[in-house]
């Protein structure tokens, strides 16, 4: 495989950015879809009425993750066909465990001595919630984000094998053609896209973590 | 104003019960402390006071009122019951001042009314308003913590307060301290308050009643005084340990045994030999030693209330032990 400067470059900033805004909607979209059925999910499954459904619904996670997203869109074949519809909803299933874990995992890291001053205090149950535990699991929910969105922005270039667009079509396109230059490209703005949303996630976190836990 | 009638915990799986028939009742303004082993039941009662541990037999009442009546809302009703626990459990995202106006806060006091009461019941605490008011808890020592938390069981001024070893977690010149300070604010305040410790002497320096616990049961329950000089049974005794004659001198007020006169005797105004009136008997000793002289003033606070002799506190002593016999 050769590699010209000149090809690279057109790749790079000609045939990329349309891809590249598709891309992004591949893993905003299901990461925020994701967000808003995973966390509210583990914070009940954190509730005493519910927590005996915990292992239940995590294996149900799990199993999200564990199945590559293709198989996803070849299981839901017959229902969503091909295209961004399927793509968006295997990109949204795999990205659920790693918040949901997360969240688990920061709602019961809330001290006890909190929670038992909290609740003798006369704290209700969804003033603790708000008050308390949500705000002191922030920084562990935030890390399950990052991680969602780390995963999802590599995975979302397999959107390009069933129709859906993203970067993937560039990298593909390399691979068929056998161009380096697209296939560097194509991984480079994946590589760019991942590293930026992370930033700009650290940002928010940085505004979400209590001001103690700060490093 | 508090009472406990025959009162069950057996937790779910569980024979033992946690808490087996216990009866009594605290009266208003006094101080009531739990003492025993751990395990022993005391913090399971006091959770069960505030309802944060349901009782599976007896009744609780608080001023006539049974806690467990479905009127009763377990949320608004702690809310009326200051609570302090060994671990503090200060809100570490929330300000000392936030952390202080916690409660005020539940209860919707206006925000122009909280301001200055954050800042009295710091002062209160022995706090420096200024100084804290913006901190974050893990900037405090544990000492200054331990007084957050009081502060925050006092802010809206709740009639009755729940202890759970609040000086547990300092050490113990910090204890003594804060100790002091505590009865003497209570002094002023006039709480009632139930105090959970494992420490028989923090009992009997704290208590105005003493309840001793033992697996669950509610062995014997009195004064210091009646305790110590007259122990139920062999656990009370081991309890109190083998030097029990000197913990009475340790223990005892000095107030408890004052003859309380107006005039002041001029020996002890020449030696300057005063003690305060919550000072242990112990304090009338040593000064008396230090100053060379056999009669000491009682002071309460800054007035004088009556002396202490070497004749008082032998008789004092005396009386103990004829009590043993």
Redesign the interface.
Known sequence: MEFEMERFISALFDRSPPHAVEHLQLVLIPLTTAFIIAFPTAVLLTRRRFIKYTDRVMTFFNMGQTIPPLAVIAIFFPFLGLGRTPALFALTIYALLPIARNTLAGLKGV?Q????????????EW?MLF??EI??SMPVVMAGVKISVVLTSGTAALGALVGGGGMGAVIFAGIDFFRAELIIAGTLIIGVIAIVLDRLLTVIDNILT????KT | MIKLDKVDKVFPGTTVPAVDQVSFQVDEGNICVFVGPSGCGKTTILRMINRLVEPTGGDIYIKGQKVSDKGVNPDYLRREIGYVIQQIGLMPHRTIEQNVALVPRLLKWPEDKIKPRVKHLLEMVGLEPDEVAQKYPHQLSGGMMQRVGVARALAADPPIMLMDEPFGAVDPIVRGRLQDEFLRLQKEMKKTICFVTHDINEAIKMGDHIVIMNKGRLVQHGTPMEILSNPADEFVKDLIGSDREIKLLELTRSEEIVEHTDEIPEVVNKKDCFIQAIDPVQRALETMMKKDSDLVGVRDGESFIGTISWEDIKKHINRISGDQA
């Open positions: 001290p001595d909190v929670k038992e001053a909290a609740r003798g205090m006369g704290m209700s003033e008050k308390v705000p002191l209590p001001p103690h836990m």
